[in-house]
């Protein structure tokens, strides 16, 4: 991308929340923490002056599959922080004496969590949704981050970090032969280890209601529906683009703007390896929470019945613009690369993709909606009273 | 290098474009000069509630077709309000700069229909609620509230659950024609635009504007009252909260004061996620969810904002150990390799966010709205290079040592509140 001034590179290594024993949720993220508490010749407080140093703009986390490093910067610093993010791969300190602090700051974000509501639906609607093995949260459980040990972190650390599977992609102003070389030298001669396949999803259609007295009553729901790497899965989302994106989508305008029942309403397709969902979310008042619910799944199901070709063309502008204007960031480049090789194995060319959106056409969408329709619902609420699920949902919800 | 240009059309609309022809998309918005600063008690959430039925119709568009139209238009588009300016902005490939501007010019002369006003009413009502249900529970509102009163700079945009049920469509054309004048409007653009083309089109496009009707301003509110529907105690009940989230607030530099770079930087060295003084001693200990402070400027004043968020029964330590920090700065300065570390950071920062006409815009047209003026990225650069560490040192003993207005919202059975 020479027209930048950046580069940005993303990091994703097999050792996500997939990888920890059932009894001590959080250890994937702890050990993601603790790497990064000094690595190579650097302290904890030398690896941020680094950074900061270079311009890196970053971020870090976990999630099923993978820990992910992600680094934007002016492109000049990009031969630095590849070597930077080798050492806190590769050379991490892993400090016992800063073993309860990271436990801490864990706690702590466990329970900022707690406090939104929004997403307290969203992570028990994650777990109905994959089962309570592979919908697992990010975020880990209280008992299970206070019972972990240096000796955890370790192990965790040697079993799941090395070359076996990674990703490193790198997007922006930069020369591909330089690159390569400078990620060989970083990363070249890195141990080879094991990467597991994912759990199976093991979701079951149910309803669960969390009682609070909140202004409002948060309404989460999901259902089956095929990966990224299925052949199917433009035709799914689509279907989800007329549906859900854009302000002329289904639900804004008949959910929100013309009957005023919330402020969010949206729904979008999430993808595994090896399974899928849509999952969907709506805020409204009490009062007006089961309307909400009622004409949310009636419009979801409904969406056959009036599909307009017009519809379809909206949404193939709205993604073929967002491609152009992806060509603006190099970070954005790097971090879909990275998703398209997992989940695909290389990444797909924007031209590509624009052929693939271009070629779509409203009966693409009715066949993959007729032969999959919405149904097995997992739903969940939060809110001071529970909502009676609808009539047409309510047969395949346990 | 991109290139500025601006003018002002014959109705008194101010244009103003960062024009660099080699880029991916364009950028546009209109910057308003109505924000809640300039409401009365009656208009509580107006220009918020304006904000939204711009997209509610025109006299040749319905909503429907706005809405439409927009996403035909494949773009980012969106709408915001803040004390002091009503944004609408949209970000589209450069070949759909003509009908983009023909969409957002009708959008800014809506119709105000009853219907849709009765309907959207219930989704600023569902706004606020769920302002209630998420973290800080209105805590930032509430300061703002108390440190500069409850009305001007203190007023809060959402406006409150009661002055929104009681609102009339009335007041709302009195208001849109009262803010909504040529004068107190700049279009600004970034990106790759055709000049030429957009000012002899807004000017087309535009000369009803100066005929809107003049409206009286309405008499100001008796300061020794509180508008319905706002409370001014410092703790604010959180039931469920398993945290705390504190907020505190002091003056800070405006937005034209000459010491608001040296402000900023100190807040970065002092406040920044990931390796800060706070973040060190409160964040990275794992005291601390969340400990932080910054400036925030506006045209005539500023604050100056600290938030933490912990468990309750370590408010009281932590707020002590804030307070040490800040001392410790007020007394002996920042260092020198602070500093280098800092503005290392915020160079990389403003290169990054050059790279995207639509980050640009917002700063373009606030500045233009607000000010009269322009600053390049390269100005921005040059700013950041001539702080010194004795400016950063005189921000801290001017501004970190002023009493400070403290916010809680915390369950109230907690001991953060004794």
Same mark, same amino acid.
């Given at each position: 991308m020479p027209w930048l001034r950046t580069a940005a590179l993303s990091l994703n290594l097999?050792?996500? /929340?997939?990888?920890? *024993?059932?009894?001590? %949720?959080g250890l994937s993220g702890m050990v993601c923490e603790m790497i990064q508490r000094g690595a190579g010749q650097y302290s904890s407080r030398d690896l941020v002056a680094a950074q900061d140093n270079l311009g890196i703009d970053r971020n870090s986390g976990v999630s099923t599959t993978f820990v992910s490093f992600g680094a934007a910067m002016p492109s000049e610093s990009l031969q630095d922080a590849i070597s930077l993010y080798a050492d806190i791969a590769r050379? *991490?300190?892993?400090?016992q004496d800063q073993l309860d602090d990271a436990r801490m700051m864990a706690v702590q974000e466990l329970r900022a969590m707690e406090d939104e509501p929004t997403h307290r639906v969203m992570r028990r609607l994650r777990e109905l949704h994959y089962g309570e093995l592979l919908g697992r &949260?990010?975020? %880990?459980?209280e008992s299970g981050i206070q019972d972990i040990t240096q000796d955890d972190i370790r192990d965790f650390y040697q079993t799941n970090?090395?070359?076996?599977g990674g990703i490193l992609s790198i997007a922006g102003k930069v020369d591909t032969a330089e690159v390569i070389d400078w990620a060989e030298t970083a990363f070249g001669d890195w141990k080879t280890g094991e990467v597991q396949e994912l759990p199976c999803p093991a979701g079951t259609a149910k309803y669960e209601h969390f009682e609070s007295a909140s202004s409002q009553t948060h309404i989460g729901f999901a259902f089956d529906a095929v990966p990224y &790497?299925?052949? #199917?899965y433009f035709k799914l989302r689509a279907g989800m683009g007329i549906l859900s #994106?854009?302000? &002329?989508s289904r639900l804004f305008d008949? /959910?929100?703007?013309?009957?005023?029942?919330?402020?969010t309403v949206t729904a979008s397709c999430h993808s595994l390896k090896n399974g899928g969902g849509v999952f969907g979310y709506a805020g409204t008042t009490p009062e007006r929470a089961q309307e909400t619910l009622d004409v949310t799944l009636r419009e979801i199901e409904s969406l056959?019945?009036?599909?307009e070709t017009s519809e379809l063309e909206r949404w193939k502008v709205r993604i073929e613009s967002g491609l152009i204007m992806e060509q603006q960031s190099s970070a954005s480049r790097a971090s879909s690369m990275a998703s398209d090789f997992y989940q695909i194995g290389r990444p797909l060319t924007t031209i590509e993709l624009e052929t693939v959106i271009e070629s779509l056409e409203l009966d693409d969408i009715r066949k993959y909606w007729s032969a999959n329709?919405?149904?097995?619902y997992r739903i969940v609420t939060l809110g001071p009273n529970p909502l009676t699920i609808p009539e047409s949902s309510e047969s395949t919800v346990v | 290098m991109p290139e500025f240009r601006e003018t002002t059309l014959s109705n008194g609309l101010r244009v103003a474009a960062e024009i660099d022809?080699?880029?991916y998309s364009a950028a546009f918005g209109y910057f308003v000069r109505?924000? =809640?600063?300039? $409401?009365v008690d009656r208009e509580s959430g107006l220009s918020h509630f304006l904000e939204h039925m711009?997209?509610?119709?025109?006299q040749r568009r319905s909503a429907a077709d706005v809405n439409r139209e927009l996403d035909e238009l494949g773009g980012q588009s969106n709408a915001y309000t803040s004390e002091e300016q009503t944004v609408y902005y949209a970000t589209v490939l450069p070949k759909f700069q003509e009908r983009l501007i023909d969409l957002l010019t009708d959008m800014? =002369? !809506?119709?105000? +229909?009853e219907h849709e006003f009765a309907t959207e009413r219930q989704v600023i009502l569902e706004e606020i609620a769920k302002y209630e249900d998420q !973290? !800080?529970?209105g805590a930032f509102e509430r300061a703002m509230e108390v440190h500069f009163g409850p009305?001007?700079?203190?007023?809060?945009?959402?406006?409150t659950t009661e002055s929104i049920k009681t609102m009339e469509a009335t007041t709302m054309r009195d208001y849109f024609n009262r803010r909504y004048r040529p004068e107190n409007i700049v279009l600004a653009a970034s990106g790759n635009i055709d000049f030429d083309a957009l000012v002899e089109q807004v000017e087309q496009l535009t000369? =009803?504007? =100066?005929?809107?009707p003049l409206v009286a301003t309405p008499a100001s509110d008796s300061p020794d009252s509180v508008p319905i529907g706002i409370s001014l105690e410092p703790c604010i009940a959180?039931? +469920?909260?398993?945290q705390a989230y504190l907020v505190g607030i002091s003056p800070g530099p405006s937005n034209?004061? +000459?010491?608001r770079y040296a402000a900023r930087a100190l807040g970065s060295i002092m406040g920044? $996620?990931?390796?800060s003084r706070l973040f060190w001693e409160l964040i990275d200990s794992g005291r601390a969810e969340v400990a932080t402070l910054w400036p925030h400027e506006f045209m005539d004043e500023g604050a100056w904002f600290t938030y933490m968020v912990c468990a309750p029964e370590d408010a009281d330590s932590n707020r002590r150990l804030m307070q040490d920090i800040i001392q410790g700065t007020i007394d002996n300065g920042i260092k020198a390799e602070e500093l280098k570390q800092t503005l290392s950071k915020a160079t990389a920062g403003a290169i990054m966010q050059s790279e995207r006409p639509s980050n640009r815009l917002f700063g373009i047209g606030s500045r233009w709205l607000t000010c009269g003026e322009y600053l390049s990225t390269d100005d921005a650069l040059d700013c950041l290079r001539k702080i010194t560490v004795e400016d950063v040192d005189k921000a801290a003993k001017k501004y970190l040592t002023t009493d400070v207005t403290e916010i809680i919202a915390v369950a109230d059975n907690s001991s953060a509140t004794s």
């Open positions: 097999h050792a996500g /929340v997939h990888r920890e *024993p059932a009894h001590l %949720g050379n *991490p300190h892993l400090p &949260s990010n975020y %880990g459980t970090y090395h070359a076996t &790497s299925h052949p #199917d #994106d854009g302000m &002329s008949r /959910v929100r703007e013309q009957r005023g029942l919330c402020y056959l019945e009036d599909i329709p919405p149904q097995d | 022809g080699r880029g109505a924000g =809640s600063r300039d $409401e711009m997209f509610k119709g025109t800014l =002369s !809506p119709t105000l +229909d !973290p !800080p529970f009305r001007g700079l203190g007023r809060r945009i959402l406006g000369q =009803s504007w =100066s005929q809107r959180t039931p +469920d909260a398993q034209t004061s +000459d010491d920044d $996620e990931g390796g």
